[in-house]
Nanobody, 124 residues
Framework: QVQLVESGGGLVQAGGSLRLTCAAS????????MGWFRQAPGKEREFVAA????????YYADSVKGRFTISRDNAKNTVYLQMNSLEPEDTAVYYC?????????????????WGQGTQVSVSS
């Protein structure tokens, strides 16, 4: 089992920044493919960003490319999501997830473990 706990959410004005943190515990491993997803009220959960186990490759949704940066510190079992130039459309609950090797990293079904989520609210 892997436990994931997100933190760092909050309320910020448009144009501001937040840094989300995902702390992993349990049977963790640097080989986990880690992802961030988000879910706005009344909408489906959507892919935001992902990073390979070695942190050699990163992937982003078009809507956040150039504004968000995903990174990881395997020594600390932690994954980060730096969010800059935030927009009201970024308002959602953000979830961290771990993938044990399934394909299609942008699909929620590819992830085996999920955190409880952290709320991000961006005011205009």
């Amino acid at each position: 089992q892997v436990q994931l706990v997100e933190s760092g959410g909050g309320l910020v004005q448009a144009g501001g920044s937040l840094r989300l943190t995902c702390a992993a515990s349990g049977r963790t491993g640097s080989y986990y493919f880690m992802g961030w997803f988000r879910q706005a009220p009344g909408k489906e959960r959507e892919f935001v960003a992902a990073i390979t186990g070695s942190a050699g490759s990163t992937y982003y949704a078009d809507s956040v490319k150039g504004r968000f940066t995903i990174s990881r510190d395997n020594a600390k079992n932690t994954v980060y999501l730096q969010m800059n130039s935030l927009e009201p459309e970024d308002t959602a609950v953000y979830y961290c997830a771990a993938n044990l090797g399934k394909p299609f990293y942008y699909r929620t079904s590819a992830y085996d473990y999920w955190g409880q989520g952290t709320q991000v609210s961006v005011s205009s």
